[in-house]
């Protein structure tokens, strides 16, 4: 009977040894994965400037191409018009994979809440949030930072381009014009739209929140 204490107590010692193992293999995967759909994002983001980049220098080189100026306001119509489509799909996939990488941190806080439930003590030294409802997803000015800001530059001066084209005739003081009230209406909308997403997909994943960051905080640092 006395060695069945320290039998029991090795098993269990075993038993969280192998659960740390394997959740701290799962805790790379999740970090792998975050890594990997940002790189998409990225690459997404570096083709739509290039796209731009490449269809400005061609429309240049159409200028001193004589055939071709008679075409050039159906060159730039359309030009603009598949970048505007490529840009509105890319930035509907971007704010897709945003969502998904807030989940997959999401996932990881409850891994790091375990560490915490195991020994208290490092409760204070964790860098990271521990509750699986942070990082929030729908941010305040994400329309004026990172990849996001960037394809909505190129999705306004390309419905820009647009209005321009489709209005011609028109002098520069109406061609002015109406490049700024489209792009001011252009890029609210844009915004509206991004952060009725993000806003849609916290309200579908807060039914999956077990352990609110502030409830986890009262418990293991108060």
Request: glycine letters at 6%; proline letters at 0%.
């Given at each position: 009977m006395s060695d069945n204490p320290p039998k029991n107590?090795?098993?269990?010692?075993?038993?969280?040894?192998?659960?740390?193992?394997?959740?701290?293999?799962?805790?790379?995967?999740?970090?792998?994965?975050?890594?990997?759909?940002?790189?998409?994002?990225?690459?997404?983001?570096?083709?739509?400037?290039?796209?731009?980049?490449?269809?400005?220098?061609?429309?240049?080189?159409?200028?001193?191409?004589?055939?071709?100026?008679?075409?050039?306001?159906?060159?730039?119509?359309?030009?603009?018009?598949?970048?505007?489509?490529?840009?509105?799909?890319?930035?509907?996939?971007?704010?897709?994979?945003?969502?998904?990488?807030?989940?997959?941190?999401?996932?990881?806080?409850?891994?790091?809440?375990?560490?915490?439930?195991?020994?208290?003590?490092?409760?204070?030294?964790?860098a990271f949030q521990y509750g699986d409802d942070r990082p929030k997803m729908d941010v305040p000015f994400l329309a004026f930072r990172g990849g996001e800001a960037v394809i909505l530059v190129i999705n306004t001066v390309a419905l820009c381009a647009i209005v321009v084209v489709l209005s011609l005739p028109a002098t520069w003081v109406i061609a002015l014009a109406e490049i700024f009230v489209t792009a001011i209406i252009f890029w609210l909308a844009q915004n509206y739209y991004i952060h009725k997403a993000l806003q849609k997909g916290e309200k579908m994943s807060a039914k999956s929140i077990r352990y609110p960051y502030a409830k986890m905080f009262e418990k293991y640092e108060k």
């Open positions: 107590l090795a098993e269990n010692d075993e038993i969280v040894k192998m659960s740390a193992d394997f959740l701290l293999s799962e805790f790379n995967s999740l970090q792998d994965r975050a890594i990997g759909l940002e790189g998409n994002k990225s690459n997404r983001v570096n083709f739509m400037l290039i796209l731009a980049a490449a269809s400005l220098a061609g429309i240049g080189q159409s200028l001193s191409i004589v055939t071709l100026q008679t075409y050039l306001t159906s060159i730039i119509f359309f030009v603009a018009l598949v970048i505007l489509v490529l840009g509105l799909f890319t930035l509907q996939h971007n704010i897709d994979d945003s969502g998904a990488i807030v989940i997959l941190f999401r996932r990881a806080a409850r891994i790091r809440l375990w560490f915490v439930k195991q020994n208290k003590e490092i409760a204070g030294y964790v």
